[in-house]
């Protein structure tokens, strides 16, 4: 409905989906561009975009950088667009720590990927073995809307996904989330919360401006695309979603 009001070319659809592959779907339905802002369990690829520039902003050596993902790998979308841009960047090791059974990836097809594409990935349980050897660590909250019994989850795995100031006695890695933390089930400890490895504010502050330029490209797109409804170059195929 919302396409059917809207002006191909002109306008767009930023949508936010609790259903995992909604958004191709969505993207593929549509004559306006569509930005996906996460589709449930999925992938958040804006996300992904603020990340990798954040990550490239402080460690200019990607090829050099090991990354760590911690926490509820299997539905922490974020973590699935922002390895496989990574990969795509360059970045040659990534281990992903899940410190509870439930929370590691239980479809091999991201860890296959990133294999095709060159990386290095390995998988473990226990965030402070390779905290020492980690450049960046990057933190998820634990996903409980989308499991079956949230309230039974809670109980099982509160403080389970929790960088403690011990873990990283040894390691000068950064710090990042995405944001938000859960207030009940915290991801970073308060301790850690000024510490100088902890870039979690800076991350958020790339997040407007990749956001803008995300905007301005769909917004400079779409001059063209209105160009071409007006009759210049009717011919061309209709644009590409985001
Ligand atoms: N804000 C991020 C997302 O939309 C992370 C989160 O919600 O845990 O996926």
Not at 10 to 31: C, T, V
Not at 123 to 137: F, K, N, R, S
């Amino acid at each position: 409905m919302l396409d059917a009001y809207l002006m191909p070319g002109r306008d767009g659809l930023i949508i936010r989906h609790k259903q995992k592959g909604s958004l191709a779907l969505a993207a593929e339905l549509a004559d306006v561009h569509v930005i996906s802002a996460g589709d449930g369990t999925g992938e958040h690829p804006t996300q992904a975009v603020l990340d990798t520039k954040t990550i490239r902003d402080r460690l200019s050596e990607l090829e050099e950088t090991h990354v760590v993902f911690f926490g509820d790998i299997e539905r922490g979308r974020t973590i699935h667009s922002t390895a496989t841009l990574l990969a795509t960047m360059g970045v040659k090791r990534m281990t992903f720590v899940a410190p509870h059974e439930e929370m590691r990836m239980r479809e091999p097809y991201m860890f296959d990927n990133l294999r095709l594409a060159g990386v290095e990935v390995a998988e473990t349980d226990e965030l402070a073995g390779v905290a020492p050897d980690a450049d960046v660590i990057y933190s998820v909250r634990t996903q409980y809307e989308f499991m079956l019994d949230p309230d039974y989850w809670r109980g099982k795995l509160t403080g389970k996904a929790l960088i403690t100031p011990d873990d990283m006695k040894d390691s000068e890695a950064l710090i990042m989330h995405p944001l938000p933390e859960d207030q009940e089930d915290r991801n970073i400890d308060p301790a850690l919360r000024r510490d100088p490895r902890c870039i979690v504010k800076e991350q958020a502050a790339w997040g407007e401006w990749t956001r803008m330029a995300l905007l301005a490209l769909q917004a400079g797109k779409s001059a063209m695309r209105t160009a071409e409804l007006s009759g210049m170059k009717p011919d061309k195929p209709p644009l590409a979603s985001v």
